[in-house]
């Protein structure tokens, strides 16, 4: 049975995409460092083991590792989810806040994909996907440490996909658009709502369920000959640059 290992998995994007390869017959194993909400979410999907651990800290990362190894004694998944949102003007933004963004979203999945990268050989080579951001392919404002950090992650999936696809090991990345989360519902007004929804030529949001779908199409062995690259999973949000609603009317 393939196994995969999911991180940030407690809710969001992590937890749909936890659930969709459950329903193909993964087992799965979901990092968090939110204990309450890690239990809820194995509450919720009782086929999955919890890990509760910071991957910004070597010394999480290794136990997790462990923890993995023994449980499973293979990986034929990663996916790195866990991040931190951190938006703010560039001269309010310290160099903590800055420190914070980094050592989740950059340095989590260095050192997750680096120490799991034997087990993830082991059979033959498994499959990593990175969740970077719209946010680190088209700059915007308020969005200094976020969408640099996301940047950097998908310069890091070419750099991992090149020496570890030696190892048979595919490593690609998933950029989601605006996503209907509830914490975006929540903070979104319905003014942004609306200017999002005109600027995305799908005219919507998309759902954790449909970047859950691109994130396990990538792990799976449809995505056999797909290394070194980064989806757009946004609603077309990218490709039609900066939105002018007059000179469509």
Do not use: C
Not at 109 to 114: D, E, N, V, Y
Not at 143 to 167: D, F, I, N, P
């Amino acid at each position: 049975m393939k196994t995969a290992l999911i991180t940030g998995a407690a809710r969001g994007i992590g937890l749909a995409t936890a659930r969709g390869l459950v329903a193909e017959g993964w087992q799965v194993a979901l990092l968090d460092r939110d204990a309450e909400e890690l239990a809820k979410a194995v509450d919720s999907l009782p086929q999955a083991v919890a890990l509760e651990a910071d991957v910004s800290k070597p010394e999480d990362v290794a136990r997790a590792l462990a923890e993995v190894s023994v449980r499973f004694s293979r990986l034929d998944g990663l996916v790195n989810n866990a991040g931190v949102a951190d938006f703010g003007p560039i001269r309010e933004t310290s160099f903590e806040r800055w420190r914070r963004v980094m050592e989740t979203n950059l340095d989590g999945p260095f050192l997750m994909t680096q120490a799991f990268t034997e087990l993830l050989a082991a059979e033959g080579g498994g499959a990593v996907v990175n969740i970077t951001s719209i946010s680190g392919l088209r700059a915007s404002t308020l969005r200094v440490a976020y969408g640099t950090s996301k940047a950097a992650l998908a310069h890091l999936t070419l750099q991992q996909a090149a020496e570890l696809g030696e190892l048979g090991i595919r490593v690609n990345a998933v950029a989601p658009g605006p996503v209907a989360t509830k914490l975006a519902m929540a903070v979104h007004s319905p003014e942004i709502i609306a200017a999002y929804h005109d600027a995305l030529p799908l005219n919507r949001y998309g759902t954790e369920e449909e970047i859950a779908a691109a994130v396990n199409f990538l792990l799976s062995d449809k995505a056999s000959f797909i290394t070194g690259q980064v989806l757009a999973a946004d609603g077309g949000f990218e490709a039609t640059g900066i939105g002018l609603p007059a000179l469509r009317s």
